[in-house]
């Protein structure tokens, strides 16, 4: 410590500096955009069902950012993107630490497949058919609520996805 500067100089320092630097830390979640959510209803073949509040990635740029840098996203929640046109879609994992499973839905809300994704995977996951929608949750959740190609996604009251694309 310098002979000029008081231990009370120090101290003022350390907490303007605490003051500015707690914010940012407490928004480490990752996320980047304050997404509007959305009670999803996942029906199976046999007509029961499961729900998921799911985040809407709506624009380009929620679209391109997804859960990157999120560390954790827990069960029972998820990250729809939805486009305004169908077409084969291709996710990655880049900067996403969190393991993930994406299911590609097509515009009638009928799942049309479902892939697992690794952290930091910078490869394709391509969906193989025209979709317009794909849905990540946590790696594991869609076989743990017994959610398979085949069964239908739909807001809650069945609002048919469609509406999302006009948020």
């Avoid at 999803?40 to 985040?55: C, I, K, P």
């Avoid at 046109?85 to 994992?93: A, E, G, H, V, Y």
Wanted: contains cysteine; positive net charge.
């Amino acid at each position: 410590m310098n002979k000029k500067t008081s231990p009370r100089s120090h101290l003022s320092f350390i907490l303007l500096l605490m003051l500015f630097a707690f914010p940012s830390l407490a928004s480490c979640s990752g996320a980047k955009y304050k997404l509007q959510k959305e009670e999803l209803v996942l029906t199976r073949q046999d007509g029961s069902s499961v729900t998921l509040v799911a985040e809407l990635a709506v624009r380009q740029e929620e679209r391109n950012w997804g859960y990157m840098k999120r560390k954790h996203i827990p069960d029972g929640t998820g990250m729809l993107f939805a486009f305004t046109s169908d077409q084969k879609l291709r996710f990655w994992m880049k900067d996403t630490p969190h393991p993930l499973s994406i299911a590609y839905i097509d515009s009638r809300g009928v799942i049309q497949e479902l892939h697992d994704m690794k952290p930091f995977d910078t490869s394709d996951i391509p969906s193989s058919v025209y979709v317009r929608y794909a849905l990540e949750v946590p790696q594991g959740w869609f076989e743990k609520v017994k959610v398979t190609p085949g069964c239908t996604v739909t807001q809650k009251n069945a609002v048919p996805l469609k509406e999302i694309s006009r948020y």
